[in-house]
C-alpha cells in the first residue's frame, strides 16, 4: 500500500479539469466563411469514413496528456512503500523450556506461551519486521524454513513451538544470533524470565518479552530408578524429589500449613497403580522420598506422578527399566599381580563379564601383547615394563576426557617405562600411514596419530589411538611395581570404571533410557544408515545414521522408540526397538517465583527508523510523465508535419 | 436588394480596387486580333456589308441581305442578283462579365469590412476597362446574377444577367457593385444570358466555384466572339484550406454548413479536388476556343501589373499595342 509524504500536492491533479476544457476548446469546430461549398462536399462525404481514425488519434494524445498529468501529480506527492525487502530482520528467541505452559485455569488457553503469541502477533501486525525463530532449548536450533512476514506464516512456523524442554539456555540462544548476524538485525526473546542487566544496558538490538506467571506450583524435580544395591538381588529402588512452590499469593508469608501430596507409582502399560505414597509439604518447601519397589515392578515401565497444577508436565514423568547391557572383557595379562589388579576392579562392576567369550568375540580385549582389534573392538594395551621410571604427579592433557573425569593422581607416583611399546607405536603409526593414504571406507572415523591422556614430562603414562571402524586402543603405560596409583583404590578403580563405562558408551542403543536432555544419541552396527524414529505422539520419521551413530533431538516429551531401517537394533529383525523416556525435569523452571510479565523495550529507535526503510517512488511517475511527454511531442510534430 | 455593400468600409475598400485597376490599366491597351482602317462610323474596318464609301467586292445575294445593297445594274446586265460589299466601319466592343454571387466578394477572415477576391474582381474590371478604352473599345459591362439597376432608378433588378449601369468615363462616378446575388453564374446564365454584339470581345470574371455544367457558359460566351477569356479569381484560401482541426465550413453563398476534419489527406483531397475542377473548364473553354485564365487575388491585389494577362497576349503595355 502506498503512501504520500506530501498529499497536498494532489491538487495538482486540478489540471486534469482544466486539459479537459482545453481540449473542448480546441476541439469546438471553428468556422469559416469559404466561396462555396462545392470543393468540400465530395471531401466530407469521403471524410466520415476516415473521421473515426482521426478522433481515435484526437483521444490517444488526450489521454496520453492526462496521464502524464496524473503521474506529475503523483509524482509531487512523493508516494513511498513500506517494502517488504525494507523490513527489519529479527530472530526470535522461543523459550521452550516447560515453564512457559504454565496455566492459571490449567486448560492452556492462558497459559504464557499463548500469551506471548499474541505480542508477537502485535508485532507482526505492524509489517516492519521479518522473523527468523530459534528455539533455545538446551542446544539452540531454528525452526522454520524461510523468513516468516504475514501473521499466517509465523502461526506456521510456532506450530513447532513445543515448550517441553528441562531447561532453555537463551544466553546462548542470544549468542549464537549474534555470531550469525551482524549489521542491523535485531533479537526478540519470548520467555517468561527477566533479562539480565546486562543485555537491558548493552543490547540495543534485543527486545525483551516476558509474560510470566507466579503461580504455585508442586513439582518433581528428580526422579530415578536404581537397583538397590545393598544387597544382591534386592530389587529395585526409586528416589523421587518433590518440591512446593510457593504462588504469589503466599510468597512472603511465614509458617504455612503443610499439606498432604500423594505420590503415585503406574504401570505404563496399563496404568494400574502399583504403590501410594503420601507426605505432608508445605509451600516453599522440598522432600525426598525413597520407594522401594515390588519385585513384579521391577522390569516394568513405570509411571510417577502427583497431582495437575499450574504446571503438568512436571506433575506426571515416565520411567523406563534399565536393560541390563552386559560388557564381555577378555582379560589376558601375564603378570599375576597386574592382573589381579585388573580383575579386582573389573569385578566392581556387574555388568562386566570375564574372559566369557574369546578374544574375537569380546568387546574389550586387555592384554600386555600386541592384538589387532575387530570392527568396534577395543583393545587395553599394557606393554611390559623393561626399565620402568617413577614419576610423582603425572597430569592430564584434558579433564574432560572420559578416562580421567574424578580421577585423584595428583598425589601418587605412576611409573612407566618411556620406552615400553615403541615396536608396537612403530608398527600402528606404519598401518595408520599406509591407511591414510588409501580411501577411508565411509562411516569410519578418522584414524589419528596416539592421544596423549595422562602424560608425565615427555611419557605417555594413557594415550588413545582411533582405528578403522570403530576399534580403538588405549595403552596403558603402568608399571605396578613401582606405582602408587594402585594401591589407592579410589584412583585404580575410577580409572578402571571410567573406562568400561566409556567402553559402555560405545555400545549398541541409547545413550541414556531415562533422560531430560533433548539430544540423544543412538549407536547402531557401523553398517547401518539409515533409522525408524517412532515419536511419543506416535508420528514415524526417518533419520539418517553415520558412523553408526545417529543423533536425535527429542522435542517431546514421552516415550522415544527407535530401530534400524534394515533390522532390530542387534542387526537382526525388527521386533524390539530401543526406547527412551524423556521427561521435562528442572526445579529452575518448576520454580514459577522467578517468572516476571513485562516488556523489556530495546527497540525505540526502531520508529524513526521506519522513514529510512520506506522506499520512495516518485521518481518512477517522473520517468513515465516525462515519456508521455516525449510521446505526446512526437505526436504533435507528427501532425503537424 | 441594395445596390451598394452592406458596409461603407467595404464600399470603400472595393472602390479603392477599382481605382487602382483603372490606374493600372491605363499602361496597357487590350490586344485586338482584327485589323482595319478606321472609317467615320467606327473605329475599326470590318470585312463585311458596311456603309462605308469604300467599295470591296461583290458576291452573291444571301437571303436576308439588304436589298439596299443589290447591284442592280449588274443584275440587269448579267441578270444574277450581286450584292456591292463595302469596307465596313465598325467600333470593336468589349462585353465584360462580372460573376456578381456573394463569393465574388468573400470577405477577409481577419477583416470583415475588406475582401481580398472583390477588391481584386474590381482592380482587374477596372484595369480592363482603361486598357480597353485604350484601345478605343467600347465596354459593356454584364452582372451575371440579380445586380444594380439603372443609375436613375437605382433599383435593384432581378435574376439572369444585367448591363452594369456606368456613366462612363472614370471609374470614380461608377456605383459599386454589393455583390448580393444569390444566383450562381450558371444559374444566371441559364435564366437570361448577356446579349453579347455578335464578333466582340468577350471575358468572364468568375470563380467558377459552383456546380454547372461549363458548356452552355462556356459555348455563350464563345458564340460570335472575336475572342472569349474566361478568368477565374481565386483566394488562396478558395487553393488551400486551412490548417489541422476541426472546421465548420459554411458557404457564403447559401449558408449551408459542413464539419469536417482537416488533416494532411484531407488537404491534398481538396487540392486534388480543385484541380479537377478548373480541369473541367480549361477544357470547356479549350473546346469553345476560349482562354481560361486562373488568377489568384492575393497577386492581383498585391501586384503592379497583369503578367498573366500580358503573358497570355489579352493586353499588352501601351506602347507596344497596336493602335
Known sequence: MPFFLNPFAFAALSAVPVLVGIYYLRNRFRKRVVSSLILWEALVKSHEGGQKKDQLQLPLLFFLEILAIVCLGFAATQPFFKTTNNRIPVTVILDDSFSLLASETGNGEDSVQQELKEALSELVSRNLYEFEFMLAGEFPSRIGEATARTSREVDAALANWKCEQSNANLDAAIEEVKKMHTGNHRILVLTDEAPSLDYLRQDRELHWISRGKHLKNLAISFAARSPITTAPNQGQQLLVRLDRYAGKEESGTDALPPSSVDILIRRLEDESLIVRNSTRLSPGTSSEIMLKLPDEASGSDLIVEVEDDALQLDNRITLLAEKKAEL????????????????????????????????????LVISQKDYIPRDEQWHIYCPPQKKPVAFAGPYALSSDHPLVRGLPINNSIWAADPSAGEELYLEIEAERTTAEAQETPPGSPRRARPRSVLRSGQTDLVSETNLRRGGKRIRINLSPEFSTVQLS??????????????????????????????????????????????????????????????????????????????????????????????????????????????TFDNWQELESEKRIHFRPFDWLFGLIAFSLVVVCCLFHNRKAG | MSSQPSRPGLETDLRRGLLDGYELGTRYTVVSNYQGNRGLNGTRFRRQAGSSMEFLEHRDYHPGDDLRHVDWSVMAKREMVYIKCYEQESTPVLDIVIDHSRSMCLRDMDEDQKSTKGRSVLKLLGALYAAARSAHFHVKIWLAGSGVGPAESRTAVQGGCHLFPIPGGHPGSWPIPDFSSEQTLGEAFLERPPSFRPNGYRMLISDFLFDADPAPITQQMAQNSQRCVM??????????????????????ETGETRNVYIDSQLQRQYAQTLENHQAKWHESASRNGCLFVPLTAENVQSRDSLRELEELQIISSSKAATP
Open chain 2, 231 to 252: 478568368i477565374q479569381m481565386l483566394n488562396q484560401s478558395d487553393r488551400s484550406p486551412p490548417e489541422h482541426g476541426s472546421l465548420r465550413v459554411i458557404d457564403s
Open chain 1, 328 to 363: 564381555s572383557v577378555y582379560l589376558s595379562i601375564d603378570d599375576p599381580n597386574y592382573r589381579q589388579l585388573w580383575q579386582e576392579a573389573l569385578n566392581v562392576l556387574p555388568q562386566v563379564q570375564i574372559n566369557r567369550l574369546p578374544a574375537s568375540e569380546a568387546d
Open chain 1, 489 to 598: 583404590p579410589p584412583s585404580w578403580l575410577i580409572l578402571v570404571v571410567n573406562l568400561i563405562q566409556w567402553k559402555e558408551a560405545h555400545l549398541h542403543g541409547p545413550e541414556f533410557t531415562n533422560t531430560w536432555r533433548n539430544r540423544q544419541t543412538v549407536r547402531f552396527p557401523l553398517d547401518t544408515t539409515e533409522a525408524l524414529l517412532t515419536h511419543p505422539s506416535g508420528e514415524k520419521s526417518s533419520i539418517q545414521v553415520i558412523g553408526g551413530q545417529a543423533r536425535i533431538e527429542t522435542p517431546e516429551v514421552g516415550v522415544w522408540s527407535i530401530t534400524s531401517a534394515s533390522g532390530g537394533p542387534s542387526g537382526g529383525p525388527a521386533t524390539d526397538p530401543w526406547r527412551w523416556s524423556f521427561f521435562a525435569l528442572s526445579s529452575s523452571e518448576s520454580d514459577l517465583s522467578t517468572a516476571t510479565s513485562e
